[in-house]
């Protein structure tokens, strides 16, 4: 489960804040809580110290008043959990300078209030996030269109091509598009997928042959994908040639 910690200096707001999660997440099905709203930065630390799980932490920049004290917040989330998601709000745009040079690494930076459809976004992306975490061990591939998220088994995968900012999943009988990059998508995927060319991860489950002088392998459905001389290496090995 994906728990939300929400700590601000207007309680009103983050009880509008919490009807717009909640909502969110009965219509969705995520499988998320809200954990803690609390304006007591000491409430977030006592949090930190119990909780073992994935957390998301909203968090006023301007706390006070004072951006200095959101951000030390932050970096004390940070020192504890490493894998904590920081989103940081705030009213005053001027403050991205201050966060971005705190090396606290957010997932978000939102003015206030957050629109419902950036929150959306948000949480679609980092459940995708946690559920191919989670997964790494299942036989299942997911990913987050909009408000809905998709679930791939791996063996129909014949390979992931990037094409103008999107990733697209190819199947033997779909394709589908999503916003991501090879570069992210490979640290998130098992071991049955090997980069053959800037433009392609292939399945290696799903390869029928390889040409190293032609530069082609051919997919079990007798689609044909190029191999770059950068990655030829690459394939060679994961493939034990």
């Given at each position: 489960?994906?728990?939300?910690v ?7 707001y ?10 969110i997440?009965?219509q969705?099905?995520y499988n998320?809580?809200i954990?803690l709203?609390?304006?007591?930065l ?7 110290e119990?909780?073992d799980?994935?957390s998301?932490y909203?968090?006023?920049v ?33 403050s991205?300078?201050?966060v ?8 978000g930076?939102f003015?206030?209030p ?10 679609g992306?980092?459940y995708r996030?946690?559920l191919n ?12 269109i909009?408000?809905n998220?998709?679930?791939i088994e791996?063996r129909?995968?014949?390979y992931?091509e990037?094409f103008?900012k999107?990733?697209y ?7 589908i598009g ?10 998130r995927?098992?071991n049955?997928?090997?980069r ?12 029928k042959?390889v ?13 044909k994908?190029?191999i770059s001389?950068t ?5 060679k ?5």
């Amino acid at each position: 489960m994906v728990k939300f910690v929400l700590c601000d200096s207007s309680t009103l707001y983050m009880e509008k804040l919490k009807k717009q999660i909640q909502n969110i997440i009965d219509q969705t099905g995520y499988n998320m809580k809200i954990s803690l709203l609390t304006t007591k930065l000491k409430k977030v630390m006592d949090y930190l110290e119990v909780d073992d799980g994935i957390s998301i932490y909203i968090i006023d920049v301007d706390y006070d008043n004072n951006h200095l004290v959101g951000i030390k917040l932050a970096k004390q989330i940070r020192e504890k959990d490493r894998n904590a998601y920081i989103v940081f709000n705030t009213m005053r745009t001027d403050s991205v300078y201050n966060v971005m040079t705190g090396l606290i690494r957010p997932s978000g930076f939102f003015k206030k209030p957050i629109h419902k459809e950036d929150m959306q976004i948000l949480m679609g992306d980092i459940y995708r996030d946690y559920l191919n975490l989670q997964g790494e061990n299942d036989d299942l591939f997911h990913v987050n269109i909009g408000s809905n998220i998709y679930h791939i088994e791996y063996r129909r995968i014949l390979y992931f091509e990037a094409f103008q900012k999107k990733v697209y999943i190819h199947t033997p009988n779909q394709r589908i598009g999503y916003y991501d990059s090879l570069a992210d998508l490979v640290k998130r995927l098992n071991n049955q997928f090997v980069r053959c060319h800037r433009s392609y991860l292939v399945n290696v489950d799903n390869i029928k042959k390889v040409s190293f002088t032609d530069m082609i392998l051919e997919m079990k459905d007798g689609r044909k994908i190029d191999i770059s001389r950068t990655y030829k290496n690459v394939l060679k090995k994961k493939l034990n040639l």
